[in-house]
């Protein structure tokens, strides 16, 4: 086996009335969505940032910054295809990713396996090695206050 490197990723987004909700590439029905210079897909954005920083390449604001004209209102999914042509220039490519998203509304359940296959796709990995998850704060902070939404990306990377 080669090398390997863990990467982990963070992102937040406020949330507001009248915007889509995109998370890990699929639109979830709601009449609220997230504030972003891009889509505001935040989990499509932890996992960029995840493996960014597995292999040592900065963050996602290095490489698309939201002053930028080019990335205002750009698809998160192409930013992640971005970032996985990065990695395969070091020699690398996705082992396994797992994800949570923090949201109090709304549920999020009937939707993962369309964004686990979604990922899967974009990834190239097997199904069985894209995990996401999701979870409410039981109504505290800004995410319990539905301002919000929180999400944590882990991806082991393989040379």
């Not at 889509?20 to 932890?46: E, K």
Request: aromatic share 6%; glycine share 12%.
């Amino acid at each position: 086996m080669g090398r390997v490197r863990i990467g982990q990723g963070y992102d937040v987004h406020k949330i507001a009335e009248g915007l889509p909700m995109w998370l890990c590439g699929v639109q979830v029905p709601s009449d609220r969505g997230f504030v972003a210079h891009s889509d505001g897909d935040v989990a499509i954005h932890a996992l960029c940032d995840a493996i960014l920083g597995a292999l040592s390449l900065g963050d996602i604001g290095k490489h698309f910054p939201d002053t930028s004209p080019e990335f205002k209102g750009i698809d998160s999914k192409l930013l992640l295809a971005r970032v996985l042509d990065l990695a395969r220039e070091q020699g690398y490519h996705v082992g396994n990713l797992d994800i949570t998203i923090a949201l109090q509304a709304p549920k999020l359940r009937p939707h993962i396996d369309r964004m686990r296959a979604c990922l899967s796709e974009i990834v190239g990995c097997p199904l069985d090695c894209v995990s996401v998850k999701a979870t409410t704060t039981e109504r505290l902070g800004f995410v319990g206050r539905g301002e919000g939404c929180e999400v944590w990306a882990v991806v082991l990377m393989e040379q």
